[in-house]
T-cell receptor, first 116, second 114 residues
Framework: KQEVTQIPAALSVPEGENLVLNCSFT??????LQWFRQDPGKGLTSLLL?????REQTSGRLNASLDKSSGRSTLYIAASQPGDSATYLC???????????????FGPGTRLSVLP | ETGVTQSPTHLIKTRGQQVTLRCSSQ?????VSWYQQALGQGPQFIFQ???????GRGNFPPRFSGLQFPNYSSELNVNALELDDSALYLC?????????????FGDGTRLSIL
């Protein structure tokens, strides 16, 4: 069964710092990996999607990397701002459906607080 | 391009009642997936609909059921509500069931069971 974990569970940093969020998955047979942002009580906003054949994707101050063989992805946020405060989730799309009826599996998220 | 919209935004029910949640998929998307997100956890996959048929199902009991309509909008129905059903219910759409394009999510329906 595909398991997705995220470390740390929570992170608090001062404004301006660069930071890295980690995502790990147990089965490397994935189609792609997607990073999301979720504000409290809200839905998910897609940030970056990395196909299994890619190593990284960039959007503005965000850079996501993927090492499929080791089952890891990182989300790098440069020059953090208070507006970046949110929960960040990663999710993997499996190749087909697993025996548990899953084809898109989320991690539990990292709750980020950027202090002014 | 219209995004994914969900209704209602909030709902309060009591144990044993039934509820219907609605989702309109993004324009051009024929696949809709539903997720349950308990407080402090990642979303858990409930089921997926593709061209009006259930295409996949996670580990949820049969009292969770759904529909997809010809315009690709979808409903999630939950019967015999239990306290543990209190959660944020998210709908996501994509261009196909095995699409390599990102899933797009709505803002969710917050369901509270008293």
């Amino acid at each position: 069964k595909q398991e997705v974990t995220q470390i740390p569970a929570a992170l608090s940093v001062p404004e301006g710092e660069n930071l890295v969020l980690n995502c790990s998955f147990t089965d490397s047979a994935i189609y792609n990996l997607q990073w999301f942002r979720q504000d409290p009580g809200k839905g998910l906003t897609s940030l970056l999607l990395i196909q299994s054949s890619q190593r990284e994707q960039t959007s503005g101050r965000l850079n996501a990397s993927l090492d499929k063989s080791s089952g890891r992805s990182t989300l790098y946020i440069a020059a953090s701002q208070p507006g970046d405060s949110a929960t960040y989730l990663c999710a993997v799309r499996l190749m087909g459906w697993d025996n548990y009826g899953q084809n898109f599996v989320f991690g539990p998220g990292t709750r980020l607080s950027v202090l002014p | 391009e219209t995004g994914v919209t969900q209704s209602p935004t909030h709902l309060i029910k009591t144990r044993g009642q039934q509820v219907t949640l609605r989702c309109s998929s993004q324009s051009g998307h024929n696949t809709v997936s539903w997720y349950q997100q308990a407080l402090g956890q990642g979303p858990q996959f409930i089921f997926q609909y593709y061209r009006e048929e259930e295409n996949g199902r996670g580990n949820f009991p049969p009292r969770f059921s759904g529909l997809q309509f010809p315009n690709y909008s979808s409903e999630l129905n939950v019967n015999a509500l239990e306290l543990d059903d209190s959660a944020l219910y998210l709908c996501a759409s994509s261009p196909g069931p095995n699409s390599n394009q990102p899933q797009h999510f709505g803002d969710g329906t917050r369901l509270s069971i008293l």
